[in-house]
């Protein structure tokens, strides 16, 4: 079974990735970034790509997915830059993984 793979943030963050394939998802605020998340975990996706920014209000979202298979939620910068938030996560996982910050 194949998974397709989604992006979440605001139109100027994310219009880019629509060019790689990816289905692209535009979200207006915290509850619509919220709905979309559960929606698309419902439907198949494997990997959602969330920017930053909006990731950082909806993190009840985001933790809700932590600990299953699938989806895989992957936070990533958006046309301001990186807020840190997604190496923090990156770094949190290894340590878990591995027993020790590697990274």
Do not use: C
């Amino acid at each position: 079974m194949s998974h397709k793979i989604g992006v979440i943030g605001n139109g100027n963050s994310v219009l880019i990735y629509k060019m790689l394939g990816f289905d692209v998802f535009f979200t207006e605020n915290d509850q619509e970034a919220s709905a979309k998340i559960d929606e698309l975990a419902e439907n198949e996706y494997g990997v959602i790509y969330v920017t930053e920014r909006v990731a950082e209000n909806i993190s009840e979202t985001i933790q809700k997915y932590d600990d299953k298979m699938l989806p895989a939620i992957i936070l990533i910068p958006d046309q301001t830059g990186s807020r840190g938030i997604g190496k923090r996560r990156v770094q949190e996982n290894v340590k878990k993984a591995v027993g020790q910050d590697i990274l």
